[in-house]
Every structure is written in structure tokens, then in C-alpha cells.
């Protein structure tokens, strides 16, 4: 199993920027791809982003690109998530998931088996 822990949220004035992390323990870091998803008040969790266990492949929600970035450091066993021009609508409760590699979707949660707590992120206007 893989321990997850991200922190780094707060609050935040629209177009400031964030930058959570994600910090694992237990098993072999680099064995896990790993995502980050979100879930706003009343809205079911959605996917963010997501990157590949060497960080050779990276994924992005559509509507995030460009503002959002994944990043990982398999000496230190940490994922980032540098969120820049952020807007009210991307208040939410940000989570970090680790996957193995034998599932192959990842932008499916039902896809990753570890989850963090969660961060929460508010975006004033």
C-alpha cells in the first residue's frame, strides 16, 4: 500500500496561484502513476490532472491546461500541483491519488485505489 498526504491549500485571491503537494510513503513511489482531482460544494469529484510514474507522460483536464501544472519527484516521493491564475471556480477540495500501472485510465478515480485526505482550495473573486 501507499500512504498519501497533500497539503498546500488555502486561500487564495483570483489570479493569485497555489502550489500543493503530495507527499507518500510506504510502497515504491515511482511503482504508481498519480492524479489529482477536486470536488466543489454539491458537485461530484472531477479530474484534474495526472502524471505518469517516470513523469514521462502527463494529463490535464481540458478546461485546465495551460493554468494548471503536475510535476513529481520519485527521489523525494512527491507530487506537485502548481496552480496558477486561479478563479473562484476552481474552490474545491483538491485530492491526490496514486494508481498502479495496471489500470490504464487516468482520468478515471475509480482507476486509483490510494487517495489523500484532501487540501482545500478557496478562490475569492
Known amino acids: 500500500q501507499v500512504q498519501l498526504v497533500d497539503t498546500g491549500g488555502g486561500l487564495v485571491q483570483a489570479g493569485g496561484s497555489l502550489r500543493l503537494s503530495c507527499a507518500a510513503s510506504g510502497r515504491t513511489f515511482s511503482n504508481y502513476d498519480m492524479g489529482w482531482f477536486r470536488q466543489a460544494p454539491g458537485k461530484e469529484r472531477e479530474f484534474v490532472t495526472a502524471?505518469?510514474?517516470?513523469?514521462?507522460?502527463?494529463y490535464y483536464a481540458d478546461s485546465l491546461k495551460g493554468r494548471f501544472t503536475i510535476s513529481r519527484d520519485n527521489v523525494k516521493n512527491m507530487v506537485y500541483l502548481q496552480m496558477n491564475s486561479l478563479k473562484p471556480e476552481d474552490t474545491a477540495l483538491y485530492y491526490c491519488?496514486?494508481?498502479?500501472?495496471?489500470?490504464?485510465?487516468?482520468?478515471?478515480?475509480?482507476?486509483?485505489?490510494?487517495w489523500g485526505q484532501g487540501t482545500q482550495v478557496t478562490v475569492s473573486s
Open positions: 491519488a496514486a494508481k498502479t500501472r495496471t489500470y490504464y485510465d487516468f482520468r478515471a478515480s475509480r482507476s486509483y485505489g490510494y
Open positions: 502524471i505518469s510514474w517516470s513523469g514521462g507522460r502527463t
